[in-house]
């Protein structure tokens, strides 16, 4: 099965809070699992991405959490701020082939 | 370095009538991609590159065609468009198919009426 679902459709957050964006998957061949920030009018920039040895990963507020036997990764923003607005796109790739995306996260984080 | 660009930014067009939407890196890469991002569906990949002069089709390559004469150009062709095929068209480019990241252009906004 080659597709990733994401959850919630939409997210709204208060200023500091914190925001959370699941994605889920059926192909254990999955070996990459990158999370894409797009704002407003601008293409997506990838944010930070896991494989699948490892259960976390952190870049300052963002953080990966993985778990390889649910099938499931998620996204964590930590004192999410309003410049944090924008789509977020889980994807997964098997090696030697093309990314597949999640349908997108609208998050919006309120001052 | 300008990385990925797209041309034109936004384009309306009159059901039948044709275009062509062009793609350029200036990162040296060897893979290029054309998306199409629409509301609840995420990115779809329509056709993609692996050098120059190749292509293949990607997900939802039906009603498009694509061309890779110049390793540093990827166009995008509509030759009867559709309604069905208003929706935010991004380019993409990688160094390889392995390669981690990809590198997006900032899309074309295409309405069809």
């Known amino acids: 099965q080659q597709q990733v679902k994401q959850s919630p459709q939409s997210l709204i957050v208060q200023k500091g809070g914190i925001s959370i964006i699941n994605c889920a998957y059926e192909n254990t061949a999955f070996d990459y699992f990158p999370w894409y920030q797009q704002f407003p009018g601008k293409g997506p920039a990838l944010l930070i991405a896991?494989?699948?040895?490892?259960s976390e990963k952190k870049e300052g507020r963002f953080t990966i959490s993985f778990n390889k036997s649910a099938k499931q990764f998620s996204l964590h923003i930590m004192d999410s701020q309003p410049g944090d607005s924008a789509t977020y796109f889980c994807a997964a790739r098997i090696y030697g082939q093309n990314f597949v995306f999640g349908p997108g996260t609208r998050l919006s984080v309120l001052p | 370095n300008a990385g990925v660009t797209q041309t034109p930014k936004f384009r309306v067009l009159k059901t039948g009538q044709s275009m062509t939407l062009l793609c350029a890196q200036d990162?040296?890469?060897?893979?290029m991609y054309w998306y199409r991002q629409d509301p609840g569906m995420g990115l779809r990949l329509i056709h993609y590159s692996v050098g120059e002069g190749t292509t293949a089709k990607g997900e939802v390559p039906d009603g498009y065609n694509v061309s890779r004469l110049k390793k540093q150009n990827f166009l995008l062709g509509l030759e009867s468009a559709a309604p069905s095929q208003t929706s935010v068209y991004f380019c993409a480019s990688s160094y390889g198919r392995n390669t981690d990241t990809q590198y997006f252009g900032p899309g074309t906004r295409l309405t069809v009426l």
């Open positions: 990162m040296n890469h060897e893979y």
């Open positions: 896991i494989r699948p040895d490892v």
